[in-house]
């Protein structure tokens, strides 16, 4: 009897940071179950609560692949703001830089935060979407580390003396809001792969 093709799931990203950090968390012992391509879709930037938004993208994206498709939307939520910049994060970052990132706690005591990642993903432009949410405590500190990956730099979990971006990959990787969410959907998709 021949073996099943791997079912491929097209993860919508032109950042290529992001995809590597993506498939080192999937890892490969999976992969004649499911493999992970990465296609650059353009899509509106919405708004709204991040689950929302994520489910929203995921179905646009499908449209345009017609098939399995995965999206992602991070956000920072401070929560002395009462979650924001939240999924709007990256527009403060390139307006305000890492140092603006800080100056908005300024005022408050509170510089706790949460890291959130949410992946949404549907089967084809027809399926119902699936959401997958990770979440990573933490508090926001003057930027540390590398400046090449986001916010990473002034987001400093609990529990750690580093910042994301100063932490080893593999540390990130076993512990962020992405590993988290990512392990979700990884037990999921395996669950479809077996499925089909």
């Not at 709204?48 to 992602?72: F, N, Y």
Request: net charge negative.
């Amino acid at each position: 009897m021949a073996q099943k093709a791997p079912m491929t799931v097209t993860f919508v990203t032109g950042n290529q940071n992001k995809l590597k950090e993506v498939r080192a968390i999937l890892g490969e012992e999976h992969a004649d179950k499911f493999t992970l391509e990465a296609r650059k879709v353009d899509l509106p930037e919405l708004q709204g609560e991040p689950e929302d938004i994520a489910k929203e993208k995921v179905m646009l994206a499908a449209r345009q692949i017609d098939g399995p498709t995965l999206v992602e939307d991070t956000s920072l939520c401070y929560n002395a703001l009462q979650g924001l910049p939240g999924p709007y994060v990256k527009w403060f970052l390139d307006k305000l830089g890492h140092e603006g990132l800080n100056k908005m706690l300024a005022g408050y005591d509170d510089k706790s935060a949460y890291a959130q990642c949410v992946f949404a993903y549907v089967d084809g432009p027809n399926g119902e979407p699936k959401v997958f949410v990770g979440t990573t405590d933490g508090k926001i500190v003057p930027a540390r580390g590398p400046t090449d990956f986001g916010w990473d730099p002034v987001f400093q979990p609990d529990g750690f003396e580093e910042t994301y971006a100063e932490m080893d990959k593999a540390v990130k990787n076993g512990i962020s809001h992405r590993y988290r969410a990512l392990d979700k959907f990884r037990e999921f998709i395996l669950a479809e792969a077996a499925g089909r």
